[in-house]
T-cell receptor
Framework: GAVVSQHPSRVICKSGTSVKIECRSLDFQATTMFWYRQFPKKSLMLMATSNEGSKATYEQGVEKDKFLINHASLTLSTLTVTSAHPEDSSFYICSASQGASTGELFFGEGSRLTVL | QKEVEQDPGPLSVPEGAIVSLNCTYS??????FMWYRQYSRKGPELLMY????GNKEDGRFTAQVDKSSKYISLFIRDSQPSDSATYLC???????????FGKGNQVVVIP
């Protein structure tokens, strides 16, 4: 149990286009999902907390108009990188909890975005 | 001072050796302590989960938490080449799913 699926695993796009990444909890309902960004050989940087049915909470320094987050259902959250630029190239990872606020999170496989 | 400190390594060990990893932290509110394993180009996989102080063992893995010293450890016994990965410590406070991560420790087990 506790499987989180992320899609696509890899995407290459042209500068100026928008890219959508999906995060799904396959066997449980997730009222809260988290989006992270990870640079090579670096730790995970929390970008935003996605809450089902309400607006996402962004971390300081993360542009909410750049990284649009939608948590439309208890099993799906999406991250859209708008007007992508090469500096947005990174590994994006989502995570979800099964409900209790105990810090026990399950992560997706990650999505590698390359902006040309 | 960062909330969570983890020496990024890398750490190379021969197959069969014991791998010892650790993290220190500064926030005394942290109650939940996790170790994640991350293979290259993959998402982190929850390896060990511990609440408060104490030891937890799962197969070849042992997690230790010493809240008085704000120090956590992960031991891998009889290490295998398949254990080669980056190990991230993470922790959170009560009622809070916002994890604070260490930088990650790259471990290489040499056959």
């Amino acid at each position: 149990g506790a499987v989180v699926s992320q899609h696509p695993s890899r995407v290459i796009c042209k500068s100026g286009t928008s890219v959508k990444i999906e995060c799904r909890s396959l066997d449980f309902q997730a009222t809260t999902m988290f989006w992270y960004r990870q640079f090579p050989k670096k730790s995970l940087m929390l970008m935003a907390t996605s809450n089902e049915g309400s607006k996402a909470t962004y971390e300081q320094g993360v542009e909410k108009d750049k990284f649009l987050i939608n948590h439309a259902s208890l099993t799906l959250s999406t991250l859209t990188v708008t007007s992508a630029h090469p500096e947005d190239s990174s590994f994006y990872i989502c995570s979800a909890s099964q409900g209790a606020s105990t810090g026990e999170l399950f992560f997706g496989e990650g999505s590698r975005l390359t902006v040309l | 001072q960062k909330e969570v400190e983890q020496d990024p390594g890398p750490l190379s060990v021969p197959e069969g050796a014991i791998v010892s990893l650790n993290c220190t932290y500064s926030n005394s509110a942290f109650q939940y302590f996790m170790w994640y394993r991350q293979y290259s180009r993959k998402g982190p996989e929850l390896l060990m989960y511990t609440y408060s102080s104490g030891n937890k063992e799962d197969g070849r893995f042992t997690a230790q938490v010493d809240k008085s010293s704000k120090y956590i450890s992960l031991f891998i016994r009889d290490s295998q080449p398949s254990d080669s990965a980056t190990y991230l410590c993470a922790m959170s406070a009560q009622g809070n799913n916002r994890l604070a991560f260490g930088k990650g420790n790259q471990v290489v087990v040499i056959p």
